[in-house]
């Protein structure tokens, strides 16, 4: 299947400071890449669309100027955690479809103290 | 409101024998699904997928049924192995929805040896 990678695989951060994720499919591009946030014990959460070139589409609930996201590239996207508080603690994946089955990438654990 | 469910959060099986997880919907807008399987602080990774216009699809050890009419679909695994023990999400998405996966809540397999 295809590949897609995430980094950094985990991070901690202190209350109030800033933190990017990247995601990347590796052997194929991407217009379109999603990001996820998991809770303990608890289903995949869609946060938002990544759209290659244009603006991200944001689910209901989730803060645009909080979790800013950027795909520059058919090949990368990066979510940015902006003024991090330890509610934002939290797993994050992203997706990425080259047909209609998405491959998630590894995910990043962020810590927030 | 739900559209995905997976009503059984755990399901223990015996190595060797079937396992069978089953997942409804609500949108009669969906037209292609997805299971997936994730180990935890790992992004989820997919084992099979089936088109509307299919009531079968069959891969190695795997096999997704779907009833359209009853809105219903199950992953068979068979047979079961201990490695298979892991969280399984089934998933759904609609044509125009820049397929955007819709989650169940997931079940846990444990397949005891």
């Known amino acids: 299947g295809a590949v897609v990678s995430q980094h950094p695989s985990w991070v901690i951060c202190k209350s109030g400071t800033s933190v990017k994720i990247e995601c990347r499919s590796l052997d194929f591009q991407a217009t379109t890449m999603f990001w996820y946030r998991q809770f303990p014990k608890q289903s995949l959460m869609l946060m938002a669309t990544s759209n290659e070139g244009s603006k991200a589409t944001y689910e209901q609930g989730v803060e645009k100027d909080k979790f800013l996201i950027n795909h520059a590239s058919l090949t990368l996207s990066t979510l940015t955690v902006t003024s991090a508080h330890p509610e934002d603690s939290s797993f994050y994946i992203c997706?990425?479809?080259?047909?209609?089955?998405?491959?998630f990438g590894p995910g990043t654990r962020l810590t927030v103290l | 409101d739900q559209q995905v469910k997976q009503n059984s959060p755990s399901l223990s099986v015996q190595e060797g024998r079937i396992s069978i997880l089953n997942c409804d919907y609500t949108n009669s807008m969906f037209d292609y699904f997805l299971w997936y399987k994730k180990y935890p602080a790992e992004g989820p990774t997919f084992l099979i997928s089936i088109s509307s216009i299919k009531d079968k699809n069959e891969d190695g050890r795997f096999t997704v049924f779907l009833n359209k009419s009853a809105k219903h679909l199950s992953l068979h695994i068979v047979p079961s192995q201990p490695g298979d023990s892991a969280v399984y999400f089934c998933a759904a998405s609609a044509e125009g929805s820049a397929r955007q996966l819709t989650f169940g809540s997931g079940t846990q397999l444990t397949v005891l040896p």
């Open positions: 997706s990425a479809a080259p047909a209609h089955e998405q491959f």
